[in-house]
């Protein structure tokens, strides 16, 4: 079993503080081996936190984003799957064999898969 940590639109430390504490006592380093940001991480000690949990980190550029260097897609694989991983203002088809689209809705996070 493969564990996934998908997040994005953190917006650390503009519209909150840090990670809730709930949330954030569940992360436990070397647990998660993948972790998908979607953009808005807006500091680079939000992107070395992550980098604790899990040192598969990947990373797609949010309009807030301070680091420029961030794609705005990025494709990668994860054994047999074909993924692509964007921020919601940068959705693009993508000729994957799964393509897999995090979208941010004010409160609600929308998870897409397209075989």
């Known amino acids: 079993m493969v564990l996934v940590l998908a ?22 380093p070397g647990m998660i081996q ?3 940001c979607t953009g808005n991480l807006y500091i680079k000690e939000v992107q070395d936190y992550l980098k604790t ?3 598969d980190l ?6 807030y984003d301070e ?4 794609p705005e897609t990025k494709t990668l ?6 993924l692509g ?8 088809q993508r000729s994957c064999s799964l393509f897999l ?3 941010k809705d004010a409160r609600r996070i929308y998870s897409f898969m397209h075989l």
């Open 58 to 63: 990947h990373i797609t550029r949010g309009e």
């Open 101 to 103: 689209k995090l979208l």
């Open 53 to 55: 949990l899990c040192p």
């Open 7 to 28: 997040l994005g639109d953190l917006h650390i430390p503009h519209r909150a503080a840090d990670l809730p504490s709930k949330f954030k006592s569940m992360l436990v």
């Open 77 to 82: 694989t994860i054994g047999q799957f074909k």
């Open 34 to 36: 993948h972790v998908f």
């Open 85 to 92: 991983l964007c921020h919601a203002m940068a959705i693009r």
């Open 67 to 70: 680091n420029t260097r961030y």
